[in-house]
């Protein structure tokens, strides 16, 4: 009899902690879900956009908020919230079910902020792709975080370290999921790019496994995570990202048309602040990391540029099977035309 009633109760809390997670709780209330730390520049931005956006459409509109990849990995959840198992998630973008939405992290796509907001930004080409992409495995996308331009961790001395051709050669660097940054690490920065999960990269720059890191979206995320093991940041402006707020489908449908055009209004409003607020929080951020020790190193406009141009000619023709040729070269006219104005 015992054991029945821990049976029952065991099923009991397993149904209610589902429930809460979707759509269908009893209070109509959704989860979303993050990747980033409780009380992280981040986790209050999204706490504070989720009470504005239940104060104004008076509670019919409710999130409850789980950080820290509370309820999975980022790449489970965006599945979680794809079938609907939950409601939704702002965090960036997995490839597993689709290699297409690595051009949401492309590698020097975009070198700096006024790049960044022209095609990540509100009707900007690379965020419509991605809109698109999204939509087709029932994700809308309600709002994006501009994280920012990543750099790079590195744990061990560097002899050439104000050389952005030769500082990081020969070093052990982990690299971001999709491909092309195999080919940016080892051929034009002549590295040894390696492939690890995010959970396991503190230890390894501890231990010495790795030498160094790609993936850090700011240097508030190297900051926050990897201050106490690595000696420099290289401010390699290596990819741009933003976290994406996606609801599914059918929730989001199921919300009254003036309820969603209120979401949709406070969150391109937070974006927005959050714009601005980006230079500031890099510059803060990276005064933190050197007080604590890391030496922080920046590059020419110039020398990125020319990376960069290497990287789209040599590195990125080599991934057409990940983000076909069509989408890069809509990509490259629309440089084109950003750097005219």
């Known amino acids: 009899m015992k054991v029945n009633r821990l049976i029952i109760f065991v099923l009991v809390v397993c149904a209610m902690t589902a429930s809460f997670a979707s759509f269908a709780s009893a209070a109509g209330r959704m989860a979303v879900s993050h990747h980033r730390a409780a009380n992280s520049p981040f986790d209050n931005d999204i706490k504070a956009l989720v009470a504005k956006i239940e104060k104004a459409t008076n509670g019919r509109v409710a999130f409850d908020v789980f950080p820290a990849s509370t309820l999975g990995s980022y790449e489970t959840v ?10 939704s998630q702002f965090a960036p973008l997995a490839m597993q079910t689709d290699r297409k939405l690595g051009v949401s ?3 020097y796509l975009a070198v700096n902020l006024k790049e960044a907001k022209a095609l990540y930004g509100q009707n900007g080409l690379v965020r419509n792709m991605l809109i698109d992409l999204l939509r087709k495995q029932d994700l809308i996308t309600i709002a994006t975080w501009p994280a920012g331009i990543g750099g790079i961790c590195v744990s061990k001395n560097l002899p050439n370290a104000n050389d952005p051709f030769n500082a990081i050669r020969g070093l052990k660097i982990r690299v971001m999921a999709n491909k092309v940054n195999e080919y940016v690490y080892n051929d034009v920065l ?4 390696t492939g690890m999960a995010w959970g396991e990269l503190f230890t390894a720059l501890q231990t010495g496994v790795l030498d160094g890191l790609q993936g850090c979206a700011s ?3 190297a900051y926050v995570m990897f201050r106490d093991v690595i000696k420099y940041y290289l401010c390699y402006p ?6 994406y707020f996606v609801i599914n489908k059918d929730i989001w449908d199921k919300i009254d048309k003036d309820d969603r055009d209120t979401v949709l209004k406070l969150c ?8 601005e607020q980006i230079a500031v929080d890099e510059s803060n951020y990276r005064k933190k990391l050197a007080e604590s020790g890391v030496q922080v190193i920046t590059y020419k406009d110039d020398d990125m540029m020319k990376i960069r141009d290497i990287v789209s000619k040599e590195c990125w023709p080599k991934v057409y099977n990940e983000v076909p040729k069509d989408m890069q070269d809509k990509i490259i006219a629309e440089l084109k035309k950003i750097s005219k104005e």
Do not use: L, N
């Open 78 to 87: 965006q599945e979680r919230v794809s079938i609907g198992d939950v409601a």
């Open 190 to 193: 002549h590295s040894v790019a």
């Open 238 to 243: 290596d990819h741009y990202e933003s976290f």
């Open 105 to 107: 992290w492309f590698p």
């Open 268 to 275: 391109a409003e937070m974006e927005e602040q959050r714009w």
């Open 219 to 221: 240097a508030e995320s």
